[in-house]
Nanobody
Framework: VQVVESGGGLVQVGGTLRLSCAAS????????MGWYRQAPGNQRELVAI???????TYADSVKGRFTISRDNAKNTVYLQMNSLTPEDTAVYYC??????????WGKGTLVTVSS
């Protein structure tokens, strides 16, 4: 499985961005996909994810502002980010997890929110 993120960039406070994560390879083995982020000096943290069975989980810090969605036909997961704040500045990573417990990470896409 390979995952590739896109859509990062520079945005002003209060702005919006949509990230995309395209999966390829053995996509039928994917059990869950989602987004994580890592700000400078911080550990990588969960942002939003589709869990087993298609349920969604969000970090408290993004609830009501970010929305995860997917297009199964395109094997792509999206992260719509609204009302961005400087605290959302980070490298955003996509992760796919298979039914066998293997995890595949993308290289990340940088989101910078300027004030």
């Amino acid at each position: 499985v390979q995952v590739v993120e896109s859509g990062g960039g520079l945005v002003q406070v209060g702005g919006t961005l949509r990230l995309s994560c395209a999966a390829s390879g053995s996509v039928v083995s994917i059990d869950s996909m989602g987004w994580y982020r890592q700000a400078p000096g911080n550990q990588r943290e969960l942002v939003a994810i589709f869990t087993t069975g298609g349920m969604t989980t969000y970090a408290d810090s993004v609830k009501g502002r970010f929305t995860i969605s997917r297009d199964n036909a395109k094997n792509t997961v999206y992260l719509q980010m609204n009302s961005l704040t400087p605290e959302d500045t980070a490298v955003y990573y996509c992760k796919a997890r298979t039914y066998y417990g293997m995890e595949y990470w993308g290289k990340g896409t940088l989101v910078t929110v300027s004030s």
